[in-house]
């Protein structure tokens, strides 16, 4: 079966490129090129447009073949052709940052949070705010102004954000088996009171069994339980999205030291997983070999049926927390124009397309109708007779990078209405009081990277419970004084106080 295109959270993809990972639904721009040939003369001279992109994997084998279906499309609506160059993941920082800085023929780029505003700080983007008016209508019409505006920095927008899930909800995803065994209905599982109740509960059933391990590697069950905006970082956080835009130190709020003291409960009691600290192997496998029964995520629309693919096995989702957007999970996969580009006006045409254009973001999702897909029903696809994930030419397999992922379809097996649900999910997040603020670390990129690495050494063995926080969290908190924290504080709120004024925002 081939795995979900929207498999991949931004969470996850913020993680594994910089260390810091979805047919249409419910959009009205489906179908339509708005503005896309606004820079197209009849008669100027086609141009060709470089696209970087990061990659999974190797680059499939009709990778050619996609490139010259989509400039069929493009040679006619914009007047240009485009060389797609997918870079692995490995070599994406290092080989984008040498492209920029030897001012090599560059178009159009994937941008992710984790190095936008370092990017836009070196004036490597182009600001995108005109070329949007002139060629961007399409990007207009699909993304909402405040998940649009979310990219300004310093009152420009210098990149866009993809259309996928824009916000996130977290809560624990279970094992149905043993939720059957035990009797436990998945929707009394409301808070950390009720998910204690249901580990002691399966922890009953087997004394050596332990229910909870890490939703990802390195990941901690703090970060899959967020009731705060971090302002890109959690170096100086906002509780409860809000807290009249007073920044605080995390880990000295009473939250923190209440969540981390019931983490050390819960590993003293045997629910979490003993070296979840240091654990190397995936949450996938760890069920696969039966050593857990749940682990703590940021969920979306269609997050139970993903996560059973890759678990083998069914898996039931609690929501703990209600759906939010932050700066943060708006702008963890962008698009942006480098200054590099010698065609811009093209360069944002063809972004554009990637919004607004149904056949190219199937082409770039998918590959080619009747080789790579075929369709099922209106809006669904699957593999054509004797293709499947080992043998397709294309199974790139990564909607959530290219535009407007909910004009894509949806693959066989996922539900038919995905992105009306990823839509409606979007539009009804609450969205943080601080959504388009970006903090400039550069004031104070000593004490920066001091304090990260002071964080570094003790958020996983507090954070998964393996401490007892009574002793660290206070050594904990001093080293993090001492490394500088609270100059970063300070500097972000400043530059929040300044971001406030500047946008009106109360």
């Not at 063809?350 to 897909?373: C, Q, R, T």
């Not at 699957?382 to 290219?402: H, I, K, R, T």
């Not at 903090?439 to 958020?459: C, G, L, M």
Request: glycine share 8%.
């Amino acid at each position: 079966m081939k795995k979900s295109l929207m498999g991949v959270s931004a969470l996850l993809i913020s993680t594994m490129l910089f260390a810091s990972a979805c047919s249409s639904g419910g959009n009205d721009s489906a179908g339509s090129a708005s503005n896309a040939g606004a820079s197209s003369k009849p008669t100027e001279k086609s141009v060709e447009l470089t696209v970087a992109f990061p990659i999974f994997g190797a680059v499939p084998k009709d990778m050619q073949v996609v490139q010259d279906e989509i400039n069929k499309i493009t040679q006619e609506k914009i007047n240009a052709t485009v060389k797609l160059m997918p870079i692995g993941f490995g070599d994406w920082q290092q080989q984008t940052n040498l492209m920029l800085t030897s001012n090599e023929k560059l178009d159009l780029m994937a941008v992710f949070g984790t190095s936008y505003s370092n990017m836009v700080a070196k004036g490597q983007l182009v600001p995108l705010d005109e070329q949007l008016e002139e060629n961007g209508q399409g990007i207009k019409s699909a993304l909402e102004p405040d998940y649009l505006n979310a990219a300004k920095i310093n009152g420009n927008v210098y990149a866009v954000p993809t259309i996928r899930d824009l916000a996130v909800d977290y809560g624990i995803l279970m094992r149905k088996d043993l939720l059957d065994k035990n009797n436990i209905d998945a929707a009394s599982v409301k808070t950390l009171d009720d998910v204690e109740r249901v580990l002691k509960t399966v922890k009953g059933s087997d004394a050596n069994f332990t229910p909870l391990i890490p939703g990802a590697v390195g990941m901690t069950l703090r970060e899959g339980y967020v009731v705060y905006d971090d302002l890109g970082d959690s170096i100086g956080v906002l509780p409860d999205f809000d807290n009249g835009l007073k920044v605080v130190n995390l880990y000295e709020t009473q939250e923190y030291a209440d969540f981390v003291k019931r983490m050390h409960n819960w590993y003293k009691a045997g629910y979490i997983l003993k070296d979840a600290a240091t654990n190397k192997t995936t949450q996938f496998d760890l069920i696969k070999a039966n050593k857990g029964f749940a682990y703590m995520s940021r969920q979306k629309p269609g997050f139970e049926t993903v996560e059973s693919k890759s678990n083998g096995q069914p898996m039931v989702a609690a929501e703990l927390l209600p759906p939010v957007a932050t700066t943060s999970s708006v702008t963890s996969i962008m698009w942006g124009v480098p200054v590099n580009s010698v065609n811009p006006d093209k360069a944002t045409a063809f972004l554009n397309l990637l919004f607004s254009d149904k056949d190219v973001i199937n082409l770039l999702d998918w590959g080619v109708e009747g080789k790579d897909y075929v369709k099922k029903s209106d809006g669904v696809i699957d593999f054509p007779e004797g293709v499947d994930a080992s043998n397709s030419g294309y199974n790139l397999n990564m909607g959530w990078l290219f535009g407007n992922q909910f004009l894509s379809y949806v693959f066989n097996g996922d539900d038919p209405d995905l992105w009306t649900k990823m839509d409606e999910f979007n539009k009804s997040a609450r969205k943080s009081k601080a959504l388009g603020f970006i903090f400039d670390v550069t004031p104070v990129k000593t004490e920066y990277a001091a304090v990260s690495n002071v964080i570094t050494q003790y958020k996983l063995p507090i954070e998964m419970g393996s401490v007892d926080p009574d002793k660290i969290l206070p050594e904990f908190i001093s080293k993090l004084k001492s490394a500088g924290i609270d100059k970063i504080i300070a500097a972000k709120q400043q530059q929040l106080n300044e971001w406030a004024k500047a946008n009106s925002v109360q």
